[in-house]
């Protein structure tokens, strides 16, 4: 069966409000909470950016779902073995529970170290990278590691789970998708046109077949940014307002600061916003949108609703959408 989540935006509340929404989103049928991983917010105006790392433990007591990291980057913040050490750490307190979730970064929140920014094709090696020293510190070994971008000398974990935590990674270009496939044990795209979702998936599974997995029977996750209010113009006025980077349809990784995102902002109109934020109080048209990615072969579809309306969308969503959808993967469409 596949499973909705909620996505838990560090970007736009409180920690502590945040934990409130993923229980009432537990209590409404929401199984699994994706929390963004961010230093600053888009904008200031969203005006939060907690340590995720610091509450993804009180989620775990706190509710019995599974959750993981939407998404780390991996080789800035964090060096690659802190990230193993924190994701075994919380799959042992919480088995079958956790995944990894990791990504390539982008500079509003990894330039803060003060060293270059590199370019696409060097943070897509410097992921690699990362991934291999993390899966190699999985298997409980002592581990050396001398990368061209990431070092690490006589590493071990000492507190393992039983089986280590599942590694995704977000990704929206082919090459990636490709290297997922191969080196992860999931893939974790954005609501997106159906022929780029198709591309990437079909790299993807090329990828698996490359390293001898059976492809489908690794997860596939998308996150689908939302605005649900008590009307159209209302949620088109809550996306604009609250989400503008949603309406940025230009490549954002190398803007550096909330303020220049909100001065990149004042230039987003409206229909800058069609075919990137399904912007609608019409709760069955939502609930075509959730069931679209489902039937496109998605196992987890996780609902990001832009508004500040959270406790109105949690219960909206649980009582009039999420018990109308289809979760029966065997009738998805193929996506290969």
């Not at 987003?268 to 072969?297: I, T, W």
Request: charged share 20%; proline share 6%; glycine share 8%.
């Amino acid at each position: 069966m596949a499973e909705i989540g909620y996505a838990a935006m560090f970007e736009q509340f409180h920690p502590t409000d945040l934990l409130t929404y993923c229980k009432q989103a537990e209590q409404h049928g929401f199984s699994t909470v994706m929390a963004s991983d961010h230093f600053h917010p888009w904008v200031p105006s969203q005006g939060h950016s907690a340590f995720v790392w610091a509450w993804l433990g009180a989620l775990g007591v706190e509710t019995k779902m599974r959750f993981g990291t939407g998404v780390t980057p991996p080789g800035y913040r964090y060096h690659p073995a802190v990230v193993a050490q924190a994701a075994a750490t919380l799959e042992a307190m919480f088995p079958g529970r956790f995944w990894l979730g990791l990504g390539a970064g982008e500079a509003l929140n990894e330039h803060i170290l003060g060293e270059y920014w590199p370019e696409a094709p060097t943070r897509l090696n410097k992921l690699v990278e990362s991934i291999e020293v993390i899966n190699k510190l999985f298997t409980g070994k002592v581990v050396k590691y001398r990368g061209e971008h990431i070092k690490m000398e006589n590493a071990k974990l000492y507190t393992m789970p039983e089986k280590p935590p599942p590694v995704y990674v977000a990704t929206a270009g082919p090459i990636m998708s490709q290297r997922t496939g191969r080196l992860c044990d999931g893939i974790i795209t954005v609501g997106a046109a159906d022929e780029k979702i198709h591309g990437l998936m079909e790299r993807f599974e090329k990828g698996a077949r490359e390293a001898g997995k059976d492809p489908s029977t690794m997860p596939r996750l998308i996150q689908i940014h939302i605005s649900w209010a008590e009307s159209d113009q209302a949620a088109l006025d809550q996306a604009v307002t609250e989400w503008p980077n949603g309406g940025m349809n230009f490549p954002k990784q190398d803007i550096r600061t909330p303020e220049d995102f909100a001065a990149m902002a004042k230039l987003v109109r409206p229909e800058n916003f069609k075919g990137r934020v399904l912007c609608s109080a019409d709760l069955d048209v939502h609930r075509e949108h959730v069931q679209h990615y489902l039937d496109m072969g998605f196992d987890e579809v996780y609902i990001h609703n832009v508004g500040r309306n959270q406790t109105e969308f949690i219960e909206a969503f649980g009582n009039q959408v999420i018990p109308q959808l289809n979760l029966d993967r065997t009738e998805a469409v193929a996506t290969s």
